[in-house]
């Protein structure tokens, strides 16, 4: 049997009495075929699906993905006429105004919901297999390793594959129940937004509300922003408020920087940055004193943006600032409204994160340095890389000597990529404060984790890292993706299309500093372009900072610069 007749075998399941998307689009025909569309999909078992996948997977480890890609692809095309037959239905219902409308929208969530829970399950199981299958110690790798790393390379594209195109179903239901002439479809949408709906669900709702605009639209908003019980949600929110005036929206934003949850207070400071929110100034200050770590870096950023000081973090001095300066802050604000500065919008999904105005050199007050970028980070991940070409000599480039970690480390004699880094590692983990928590994961063909959690930053914890950094060894290849995965599952954001509900606990690492000195090359994702829309992703509710430090062949990548800057951090090189 061909290998595409195979896969169509085991998944079109429900391409039999579809309608085309065209025959959906009119309004009596769509309630006729609401129930074909929206049959529940019932995806085969796993282990059939894999039954019938292994023999077509590629051989050879993850290494030039577009393979992988097209296999994910072909397991979803049978899929593609349901989901575009769906949200033609949404669309065609969406022009009516009844009773009998609204409730089949209702019943489309129901179904989306339904179906949501099994792929997000499975995703996370494969994403689970996948890292299970990865040996820690950078020997070779089983065939039985490499096989279920190449399945579920397939299958983790696959389910979120299937998990996007039913946000996308629900967007185009919220869309159509925005457009309902009475306007009882804005009234339904509060409810899936402010919470009476699968989390998943909620999501695009709130989204799509954000494209959907209008006053009805803003007020959801505005009450998920503050009100919602999950805390990645009320940031969804405050995100696509995003899409109003910022005169409209100014007040949610300042009143978010008060939230419980770290990342939406996060999103609130970046957005007040990147707005320029001016007339923020004064609740910014008032909350610097009450942050620590890198969230009290954040709002000294955002407050260098707005008045043009930097006092790095130090509270009094911020706070005698506005005692000399509130007026003149207040006037400031007052001219940028009058000048129509805040008569426009920043666009939705537009400011997860807020890229830190550049520094050069190491700076007071900051919690340690590496490779010359500082942080009041008091919860770090360092990714290194230790690939074969790292004991290549490093270039005339090198980092700043001076500055929090100095201590007992001095420059090595030997200029080594791999003695370099081991110099600068030793330099920041000496610095670190005792209240702090960090970990280091060092990568090549594989990863290696120095410890499986956030370790706090005793004396004795500072040793044993010590004495790993000194064992470190060049060896292998360049697998930057599973390695920054990794670093995602250590600090407790999940992965993308998963939903963790109820009460959140705050993540254990918010800092992320990532050292290449070559292309990526191994692992389940090796294009680029293909890793930043993946930890865009993964890092929409997580607010990790990556900082990005290319080296030798990296530095000048565009790929390391657009990696920091995605995701609110500083990107140095050295050549």
Request: net charge neutral; charged share 25%; glycine share 10%.
């Amino acid at each position: 049997m061909r290998a595409s007749t195979a896969i169509a075998t085991v998944l079109l399941l429900l391409s039999a009495g579809i309608a085309s998307p065209q025959e959906a689009m009119d309004p009596a025909a769509a309630k006729q075929k609401f129930k074909a569309a929206f049959k529940p999909v019932a995806l085969p078992p796993a282990a059939q699906i894999e039954k019938t996948l292994t023999p077509l997977l590629p051989a050879g480890i993850v290494v030039e993905p577009r393979p992988f890609d097209e296999l994910a692809q072909r397991l979803l095309d049978p899929w593609e006429p349901v989901f575009a037959q769906r949200c033609a239905v949404m669309r065609a219902i969406g022009k009516e105004s009844t009773a009998a409308s609204g409730a089949l929208f209702k019943e489309a969530f129901k179904v989306a919901a339904f179906e949501n829970r099994d792929w997000s399950q499975r995703a996370a199981q494969a994403e689970k297999a996948y890292a299970g299958a990865y040996d820690k110690e950078f020997t070779e790798s089983t065939e039985e390793q490499k096989r279920v790393r190449k399945l579920a390379a397939v299958l983790i594209p696959f389910y979120q594959g299937l998990l996007a195109r039913n946000e996308g179903v629900a967007a185009a239901a919220a869309d159509g129940l925005a457009e309902m002439k009475d306007g009882a479809g804005s009234d339904w949408l509060a409810g899936p937004a402010a919470g009476d709906s699968d989390p998943g669900l909620r999501r695009a709702v709130i989204r799509a509300l954000g494209r959907v605009g209008g006053d009805k639209a803003l007020e959801t908003l505005r009450k998920s922003a503050k009100g919602d019980g999950e805390p990645w949600l009320r940031a969804e929110a405050l995100n696509s408020l995003m899409a109003w005036k910022l005169k409209d929206v100014k007040a949610a934003v300042i009143e978010a920087l008060g939230d419980p949850a770290w990342e939406v207070r996060a999103l609130a400071v970046a957005i007040c940055g990147r707005g320029r929110l001016v007339e923020a100034a004064g609740a910014l200050i008032e909350r610097i004193g009450k942050e620590d770590g890198r969230l009290r870096q954040d709002i000294d950023d955002a407050l260098y943006v707005l008045v043009e000081v930097k006092y790095y973090g130090d509270a009094d001095l911020w706070r005698k600032w506005w005692k000399d300066n509130q007026a003149g802050a207040e006037e400031k604000s007052r001219k940028l409204a009058e000048a129509g500065e805040y008569d426009r919008a920043l666009g939705a999904d537009s400011v997860a994160r807020f890229s830190t105005p550049p520094e050069k050199g190491e700076h007071k007050g900051a919690t340690f340095s590496f490779y010359g970028i500082s942080t009041l980070s008091k919860k770090i991940i360092f990714v290194i890389d230790i690939s074969k070409s790292m004991e290549n000599a490093a270039g005339e480039g090198m980092p700043e000597t001076t500055g929090p970690g100095a201590g007992p480390w001095t420059k090595p004699s030997e200029s080594t990529k791999i003695c370099i880094a081991k110099w600068q590692l030793h330099r920041a983990v000496h610095a670190l404060p005792r209240d702090a928590a960090f970990n280091i994961i060092v990568y090549s063909e594989s990863f290696k984790v120095w410890q499986e959690g956030m370790t706090p930053a005793t004396p004795r914890n500072v040793g044993l890292a010590h004495e790993f950094i000194e064992s470190l060894r060049p060896n292998g290849t360049t697998n930057i993706f599973d390695s920054l995965v990794k670093a995602f599952e250590i600090a407790g954001a999940g992965p993308p299309g998963t939903v963790v509900t109820g009460k959140k606990q705050e993540l254990a690492a918010d800092t992320v500093f990532l050292l290449s000195d070559g292309q990526p090359n191994r692992g389940r994702v090796t294009d680029s372009d293909g890793i930043c829309r993946e930890v865009a992703a993964r890092n929409r509710s997580a607010g990790l900072v990556i900082h990005t430090i290319g080296i030798g062949e990296a530095a000048g990548l565009p790929f390391m610069r657009k990696l920091a800057e995605d995701n609110g951090g500083r990107y140095a090189e050295f050549r």
